[in-house]
């Protein structure tokens, strides 16, 4: 089949958003980025199947976290053992803002449950209202509301301390506070 | 359980809040979002837009651009 040019340059546009979607699964951005060529390979094979003028972005996004949980169920150990490096490679990243408490953040982030993680980046970062994530997700709406709200809460209760009487506590001990109120 | 059960992000009523805070003795956190301390909130958003514009903020890498070029010499091709 033949891709619109607009077409095209929409999805050219979309790849940083899809990265930073997959790092965000995958924890690691060389993974990330197998991901994002993968599904750029898929939508172009099935481009056929979008109906232009609705959401690509929600398309393209939905083919990413499809690749991305067809090769964890593919490889198993391989992406436990991924999975578990995720909290300390996240924490691990300079912070490139200068906020003081962004590697604490981070870890909490990557402590996350997978689910809860990526229902709180598809609302509050990559900017999908409950109903388009919802549809990425392939849940009820109901469910990612309380994704959401559960990672919020959870992640709340972390920087309520920080702002609070920890502030300026070494990373050691904010991560063991981070662990104590998990 | 009512359909609006099933999402706290929308949160309790006005009245349940109230209780939930008396009852956590004036800690703002809980369930909902949506009554966390506004300043929490903020920060949260503030934080994870931060972390994933660190992503969309680096350049595409050329390999994209590579591929898209490469899909559509295949796609020309054919037909």
């Given at each position: 089949m033949t891709v619109s040019k607009a077409l095209r340059e929409d999805l050219l546009a979309?790849?940083?958003n899809l990265r930073a979607f997959a790092v965000s699964l995958a924890g690691n951005s060389e993974r990330a980025d197998d991901l994002v060529q993968?599904?750029?390979?898929?939508?172009?094979?099935?481009?056929?199947?979008?109906?232009?003028?609705?959401?690509?972005?929600?398309?393209?996004f939905?083919?990413?976290?499809?690749?991305?949980y067809s090769q964890v169920r593919k490889r198993g150990r391989e992406v436990e053992d991924a999975e578990g490096t995720y909290a300390a490679r996240l924490a691990s990243q300079p912070a490139q803002n200068g906020h003081m408490d962004m590697s604490d953040f981070r870890e909490a982030l990557g402590q996350l449950p997978a689910d809860q993680r990526e229902a709180l980046v598809l609302v509050g970062a990559s900017g999908f209202s409950y109903e388009e994530a919802a549809d990425i997700c392939e849940c009820a709406v109901g469910t990612i509301k309380s994704r959401v709200s559960r990672a919020r809460t959870?992640?709340?209760?972390?920087?309520?301390?920080?702002l609070g009487e920890t502030y300026g506590a070494d990373p050691m001990s904010a991560s063991v506070i981070t662990r104590t109120i998990a | 359980m009512s359909k609006d059960d099933q999402g706290s992000a929308d949160g309790p009523s006005e009245k349940d809040s109230k209780r939930m805070r008396s009852d956590m003795g004036g800690i703002a956190i809980e369930r909902g979002g949506a009554q966390m301390e506004p300043r929490i909130q903020t920060e949260i958003g503030k934080h994870?837009?931060?972390?994933?514009d660190d992503v969309i903020n680096e350049p595409v890498p050329s390999k994209f651009m590579e591929l898209l070029e490469k899909l559509e010499r295949s796609?020309?091709?054919k037909s």
């Open positions: 979309s790849i940083p993968e599904t750029l390979m898929k939508a172009w094979a099935k481009f056929d199947t979008f109906q232009e003028g609705t959401n690509l972005r929600a398309w393209l939905t083919i990413l976290r499809n690749e991305f959870r992640l709340g209760e972390l920087l309520a301390l920080e | 994870l837009r931060a972390i994933y796609t020309t091709q």
